[in-house]
């Protein structure tokens, strides 16, 4: 598909063509969400004003199109705001994460729809991701062909074995595994153990399905000649208009999470080699034909989340499954039972474990432990309206030392759960580097251009020297502690660009522009969407302009969809009379801002 950028020529044969083709009542607004923690862990939303009315909708996603959000309407807004569910601080606006003056500036999507004349928008608001560096500044009136963050990996630590090994385990019909058929609960203490493995309760209950505690310590230990420990990294995606990440072993044809491991793959921890126990791996058949499966397992998972009031997870499996939030049993569904959907409201554990058990904005551990010990047909599936955390980050904040000065913290985060070796130490936690405080960690800065290029001719810009000052305002004498003068960098040629910080591959950037006169940039779309003025029809062959802004351009011109100019004249007061003109579309020009008016 051809990519059409919002041009910064307004005017002439193609976008008379355009307009003469009409327009559909339908607008369809569509964003790129950012590939940073705070897009990528909460729901996106787009607030704006209709008549009058302030409006908030939930952003859905677009189907076949990775990590694009969209949001319809009848009518384009006005004073439109993209946002985010939980994180209501967090916004962007017409300028997207290149914004200098860090606030969100609304959009006038009504403007932008109708001097363009299309029904759809597509909006990269993160600079790092546009298909091509151009002065339309991440606007798109087609899809530009670019994806985003549609997936991410939460490691599983599972313990193969077969029924020949562990008699917990079997497709027979056999009297220990009958009395442990259907739904059984209280197998398990309420509490997740010091060891972060279910402590097995003793109940009656419990008994039924294992005998001793040792048996049931198998499950999810590793065991010598008994099971073996393998690695398996569960993919979650957002699929076609559903705003959940989703993990579904039904697409792929049943979760067999153990079907390729082999002696090479069985996991180290703490200098014990976790096997091989080559039987572990025997296949069985699936009741399906001549197909055999290797299907009889144990898994376990811990990762880290942000709790919000609103949040649910949902689980769907075969056989045992025990679900911990902050360490206390939240999903107690063991035995020998049917695959039925569990859904988790996480605000109800505020009614079973005190008001105080999960506070917004904080974060919580999340234990999965699941079996497949009888079925020959298991599925796992797991639903949440928020992201698991699990990729590094680098994070960067500005310090206002005052007199233009801005120092920058660098902090590098990662989630220990997002590896194998984290989920089999059992203690996820969000681990969070400094470097100012922890000087093993180098940073390497760079500048390049808002495009990720390093700037022509400026073989320096790929890696600052630590200790000194470069380009006059960009201090790494402490390079744990780096301090920029937006305002004094000089040895740059006119135009944006950015200071990368990278900590071990990962990135964060500070933007900051070069000014140049006449060579400065523009954006024909923002100034499009911020016109300092208004059009108000004084009758139906005459408009005035009204503005409050003491500072907009004195002179005003209205060109016909050909672009040529069919009447000027000059701003004379807050409100000022254009003479008639004969019916048809103009558009007013007054300095670089554009309004489009219909006269009948």
Request: hydrophobic fraction near 35%.
């Amino acid at each position: 598909m051809k990519k059409t950028l919002i041009s910064a020529t307004l005017f002439g044969a193609a976008f008379a063509t355009a307009m003469a083709q009409g327009a559909e009542t339908a607008k369809t607004f569509n964003i790129l969400l950012p590939d940073s923690r705070y897009w990528q862990t909460d729901i996106p939303t787009l607030s704006y004003t209709d008549n009058g009315e302030k409006k908030t909708v939930i952003m859905t996603p677009v189907a076949g199109k990775c990590g694009w959000f969209q949001a319809t309407f009848d009518k384009a807004p006005k004073d439109a705001i993209i946002g985010l569910k939980y994180n209501s601080n967090i916004k962007l606006g017409i300028n997207g994460l290149w914004d200098e003056d860090e606030t969100a500036n609304p959009i006038d999507l009504n403007i932008v729809y109708d001097a363009y004349a299309v029904n759809s928008l597509y909006f990269i608001p993160d600079d790092n991701q546009w298909p091509a560096v151009s002065e339309s500044l991440g606007w798109f009136t087609t899809y530009p062909e670019v994806e985003g963050v549609c997936a991410f990996n939460l490691a599983a630590l599972i313990y193969d074995t077969d029924q020949s090994l562990n008699p917990l385990f079997s497709f027979d019909e056999t009297s220990e595994l009958d009395n442990c058929a259907g739904l059984h609960t209280d197998i398990v203490k309420p509490e997740l153990g010091a060891d972060n493995k279910p402590v097995f309760s003793g109940s009656a209950n419990a008994k039924k399905c294992f005998d001793k505690e040792e048996k049931f310590k198998t499950l999810f230990n590793y065991s010598q000649g008994v099971n073996e420990t393998q690695c398996y990294d569960m993919t979650f995606q957002r699929n076609d208009t559903d705003v959940r990440w989703t993990f579904d072993s039904n697409p792929l044809g049943g979760f067999f999470p153990v079907e390729k491991t082999s002696d090479s793959t069985v996991l180290t921890i703490n200098d014990v080699k976790m096997g091989p126990t080559a039987d572990a791996r025997t296949k069985r058949t699936t009741g399906t034909g001549e197909d055999t499966r290797n299907q009889q397992f144990c898994a376990e998972s811990h990762s880290i989340f942000t709790y919000y009031e609103n949040e649910e997870f949902t689980f769907g499996n075969t056989d045992d499954m025990w679900v911990f939030v902050n360490k206390k049993l939240a999903i107690d569904k063991g035995g020998l039972n049917e695959p039925t959907p569990v859904t988790l409201a996480l605000k109800d554990l505020n009614i079973n474990y005190g008001e105080d058990f999960l506070v917004e904005g904080q974060e919580y551990t999340l234990d999965i432990f699941y079996c497949n010990r009888r079925s020959k047909a298991p599925n796992f599936s797991f639903k949440a309206n928020i992201y698991i955390k699990s990729n590094p980050y680098v994070e960067l904040t500005t310090i206002d030392k005052g007199n233009g000065a801005l120092q920058l913290d660098v902090c590098y985060e990662y989630e220990q759960s997002s590896d194998c070796d984290g989920v089999a130490l059992g203690v996820p936690k969000t681990v969070r580097i400094c470097p100012k405080d922890s000087l093993d960690q180098k940073i390497k800065f760079s500048i390049t251009t808002r495009d990720g290029k390093i700037p022509e001719g400026c073989d320096k810009c790929n890696e600052l020297p630590h200790g000194k000052i470069s380009f006059d305002g960009i201090d790494l004498t402490k390079p744990v502690t780096p301090v920029i003068h937006p305002d004094k960098i000089t040895g740059l040629a006119p135009g944006y660009y950015r200071l990368c910080a990278d900590v071990n591959g990962k990135k964060a950037y500070f933007n900051f522009s070069v000014q140049g006169g006449s060579e400065a940039i523009r954006t024909s779309v923002a100034e499009l969407a911020h016109s300092g003025f208004d059009i108000r029809m004084a009758n139906p062959h005459q408009f005035s302009i009204v503005t409050g802004n003491s500072n907009i351009a004195k002179a005003y011109a209205v060109m016909d969809m050909q672009g040529r100019i069919v009447n000027k004249g000059v701003i004379n007061s807050t409100e000022t009379l254009v003479p008639a003109l004969i019916p048809g579309s103009y558009v007013v020009k007054i300095g670089v801002d554009y309004k489009r008016v219909n006269i009948r």
